[in-house]
């Protein structure tokens, strides 16, 4: 069910990561870059640093000892990383990862010239098998 995929992809990355990773500071920060409402007052240069500073606290796993004061200051850190709501938002505006991807992007069986079929008789076949591998290396 690609639902259920989706929802999967959105809780092993976002809500239940134990830790920081490749997905939270790829992905994360775009989604949060272009779907967090934040003060208007803020002027870019102050989103990219509160971004940054966010950035920074997430990988080395601070949030424990953020005060309530940073948080409120940051709308990046308030939740940290982005919400389900950002993250479906995100995927319906082409926002893609192979977590996300419909299988029949990812498994392209037709693009694949096939040499060999099938093995019937693999004592007798083996050796033909072999000598086609170590061709195509």
Excluded at 82 to 93: G, I
Aim: proline residues 7%.
């Amino acid at each position: 069910n690609p639902v259920t995929r989706f929802l999967s992809a959105y809780r092993d990355k976002w809500e239940m990561a134990r830790s920081p990773s490749f997905y939270k500071k790829r992905y994360g920060e775009e989604i949060v870059r272009q779907y967090r409402s934040v003060d208007p007052s803020f002027s870019e240069e102050d989103k990219e640093a509160l971004l940054a500073e966010a950035g920074t606290v997430i990988l080395n796993r601070q949030l424990g000892s953020l005060r309530h004061e940073d948080v409120a200051r940051n709308p990046y850190l308030n939740p940290p990383g982005p919400t389900f709501k950002e993250f479906v938002k995100w995927a319906l505006n082409g926002g893609m990862d192979p977590h996300i991807m419909p299988y029949y992007q990812s498994c392209a069986p037709c693009s694949i010239d096939y040499n060999i079929l099938r093995l019937e008789k693999l004592n007798e076949e083996s050796g033909y098998l072999f000598s086609v591998i170590e061709r195509s290396y």
